[in-house]
C-alpha cells in the first residue's frame, strides 16, 4: 500500500503525530513537551484546544467528576470555583495547559483527518487532513470518545421545521425565552440541560425512553480559605485527590452487583425520587426499571424539581414521529414546538475516526472493529503498526475519572514510544496475545452490571452485545495491566532508522 499525500502536497514529516486536543491529546503532547525528547505534531479539526470540553457549551454544561480529581495530576488547580466546575473553567484549564505547557506551537488548527495510512515501505503513518498532509512513524489516536454527536433515528426528524439542535453543538444565537422546547434525551447531558430550559421556556416537554437513576449532588463553592490553603499547602489538595479516587475506586463492587454495595446505592437514589417528587404519578413515571449502575449513575438536586413545575411535562409516551410542527406521541397526542433539543448522546460503538485509519494492507479499523472495538492493553490493535489508540476500547469508566485512565495510557505510551525510538523498531501487537487479552475483559465483564442489569446501553456493542466501552475491573488494576509498557505480547520489527532497512521481525 503506498501512502501519499495526493498530487503536488510534500507532507509535514515529525516523529509523533497526536490526533486531537481534549483531555486525552492534550495530555500526551504535554507529556511528550516536556520529556522533551520527540518531535511531535498535534492535529485539530476545530480552531480552539479542549475536545468535549470545547464542544459541550450547553446552559448548565458541569462535570460531575469532582474538579480536583477530573484534573490532570501534574497539573493540579488549587483554584476550582467549586466541587462540580463548571465547562468554561474546565475548558479554561485546558486552554491554559496548553499555552503554559509550550503545546501550542505544535497544533495545527483546522486539521480534521481525511485518511491517516500505514506505509509499510516507509515504516511510517500518512496522514491526509484539511490543513495538509503529514507523515511520521507514530500515529497516537485521541480523538475522544464523546466527540461525535449521535443523532436519534426517529422518523421525520428532518422534516422539523422549528430549531434542531444537539446537546453538544448548542447554538447561542437562539434565544430560547418564552419558546415551547421539546428535549429528547435523559442522560447527563440532558438532566443539566433540562433545569436551565425550564427557566424561561413557555413550556417545556421532556422526552424520556428510559428512567435514569440520581442521586444528590454534594456541591458547593470553594471559600477563599479554602483555595488559598490547597494554594499554600498541595498537599491538601493532593489529599483531597486522593480521598475522591478512593471514594470512587470503592464503589466499583457495585458494578459487580455485590448485594450491600448495590442495595445501598439503590436505597440513595430511591430515596432521592422520594423525597424530591411528591407526586405519586411523577414519581411512578421516573422509577427505573434495571439495577442501578447499568446506565451512568446521575447526579443532580434540580432535575426533580424542575419536572415538578407547572410548565414543564415528562412525557413517556414514546415518539411515533417527528413532523413540521412537533413530535407525535406513540398514543396519538402530539406536543408543538419551537425548539427541539436533543440530548441523545455520541458516536461511541463505533468510533468514527476509525473509518480513516488504515493499517497495513490497507485494511480500515472500522472493518476489523464490526463487533465492536478491541485492542491490546486497550491502546493497541494487530495490523495497525506504531498506532496507539487512547480511550479506545474497554477504557471508560461507569464511575471514576476518566483522567486517571487518559494518564495511565499517556504512562504506557510514552514508553511504547520510546522503545521504538530507541531500538528503532516497529511495533503491533501479536494476534494471538491481543484476543487472549480481550478474552479476558469479556471474561471479566460477565456478571457485570453492565451485562446482567437489565438495561439497553451504549456501553454494549449492537452486534456482539459485548462491553466494548468500559474498563470492568477497578480503575488500579487498569493501571497495574497497562501502566507500563512491555515489547512482550508484541511483534517486533526492527528498522536501521524509521523508514530504514527492516533488520529482523521477532515475536517477544
Ligand atoms: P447518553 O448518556 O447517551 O444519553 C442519551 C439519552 O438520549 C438517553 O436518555 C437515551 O435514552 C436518549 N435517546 C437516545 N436516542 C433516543 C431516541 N431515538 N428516542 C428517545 N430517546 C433517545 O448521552 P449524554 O447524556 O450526552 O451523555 C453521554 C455521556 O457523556 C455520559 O454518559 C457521560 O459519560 C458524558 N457526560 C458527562 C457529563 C459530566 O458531567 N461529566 C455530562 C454530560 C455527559 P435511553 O436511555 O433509552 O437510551
Aim: net charge negative; proline share 6%; hydrophobic share 40%.
Amino acid at each position: 500500500m503506498n501512502a501519499h499525500c495526493g498530487a503536488g502536497r510534500d507532507p509535514s514529516q515529525t516523529e509523533v503525530l497526536i490526533i486531537g486536543t481534549g483531555f486525552s491529546g492534550l495530555g500526551m503532547a504535554v507529556a511528550l513537551r516536556r520529556q522533551g525528547k520527540r518531535d511531535f505534531i498535534v492535529l485539530e479539526r476545530a480552531q480552539d484546544v479542549g475536545g468535549t470540553w470545547r464542544d459541550n457549551t450547553y446552559p448548565g454544561a458541569a462535570c460531575d467528576i469532582q474538579s480536583h480529581l477530573y484534573s490532570y495530576s501534574f497539573r493540579p488547580n488549587p483554584r476550582w470555583s467549586r466541587v462540580y466546575a463548571p465547562q468554561a473553567e474546565i475548558h479554561d484549564y485546558l486552554r491554559a495547559t496548553a499555552r503554559e505547557e509550550g503545546v501550542l506551537p505544535h497544533v495545527r488548527f483546522g486539521a480534521n483527518v481525511e485518511k491517516a495510512e500505514w506505509d509499510d515501505a516507509l515504516g511510517m503513518w500518512t496522514v491526509e487532513t484539511t490543513n495538509g498532509c503529514y507523515r511520521a512513524p507514530v500515529l497516537i489516536s485521541a480523538g475522544g470518545h464523546l466527540s461525535d454527536p449521535s443523532y436519534p433515528d426517529i422518523d421525520g426528524l428532518k422534516s422539523f421545521k422549528g430549531r434542531i439542535f444537539h446537546s453538544a453543538r448548542w447554538d447561542h444565537g437562539y434565544d430560547t425565552a418564552g419558546k415551547r422546547i421539546g428535549v429528547i434525551g435523559t442522560g447527563a447531558s440532558a438532566i443539566q440541560i433540562v433545569p436551565e430550559m425550564a427557566k424561561t421556556a413557555s413550556h417545556l416537554t421532556v422526552f424520556q425512553r428510559t428512567a435514569p437513576y440520581i442521586i444528590p449532588r454534594r456541591d458547593h463553592v470553594y471559600s477563599e480559605a479554602e483555595k488559598g490553603m490547597f494554594e499554600r499547602f498541595p498537599e491538601t489538595a493532593q489529599e483531597l485527590r486522593d480521598e475522591l479516587f478512593w471514594g470512587n475506586e470503592s464503589r466499583f463492587p457495585q458494578r459487580r452487583r455485590v448485594p450491600a454495595f448495590i442495595e445501598q446505592i439503590t436505597a440513595t437514589a430511591l430515596g432521592h425520587l422520594e423525597q424530591q417528587v411528591p407526586d405519586p404519578e411523577l414519581r411512578r413515571k421516573l422509577m427505573p426499571t434495571y439495577a442501578i449502575g447499568c446506565k451512568r449513575v446521575l447526579i443532580s438536586n434540580d432535575y426533580y424539581p424542575t419536572l415538578a413545575l407547572p410548565h414543564v411535562t415528562l412525557e413517556t409516551a414514546g415518539i411515533a414521529r417527528i413532523d413540521e410542527a412537533g413530535v407525535i406521541l406513540r398514543d396519538g397526542r402530539r406536543v408543538d414546538l419551537d425548539l427541539l433539543v436533543v440530548a441523545t448522546g455520541f458516536e461511541v460503538a463505533d468510533l468514527p475516526i476509525a473509518e480513516v485509519i488504515h493499517g497495513a494492507g490497507g485494511q480500515k479499523l472500522s472493518d476489523v472493529w464490526t463487533a465492536g472495538g478491541q485492542a491490546y492493553a486497550c491502546t493497541t490493535v494487530a495490523g495497525f503498526p506504531n498506532l496507539f489508540i487512547m480511550l479506545g476500547p474497554n477504557t471508560g469508566l461507569g464511575a471514576g475519572s476518566m483522567i486517571f485512565m487518559i494518564e495511565t495510557q499517556i504512562g504506557y505510551i510514552r514508553e511504547a514510544v520510546d522503545f521504538v525510538f530507541e531500538t528503532s523498531s516497529i511495533v503491533e501487537p501479536d494476534p494471538d496475545a491481543q484476543r487472549a487479552y480481550v478474552d479476558s475483559i469479556h471474561k471479566r465483564s460477565e456478571g457485570s452490571v453492565w451485562l446482567a442489569g437489565g438495561c439497553s446501553s451504549w456501553y454494549l456493542h449492537p452486534v456482539s452485545g459485548k462491553l466494548t466501552t468500559l474498563w470492568p475491573d477497578f480503575m488500579t488494576q487498569f493501571r497495574a495491566e497497562n501502566g507500563s509498557f512491555s515489547p512482550q505480547g508484541y511483534v517486533v520489527r526492527r528498522q536501521l532508522a524509521p523508514g530504514g532497512r527492516e533488520l529482523e521481525r521477532e515475536a517477544q
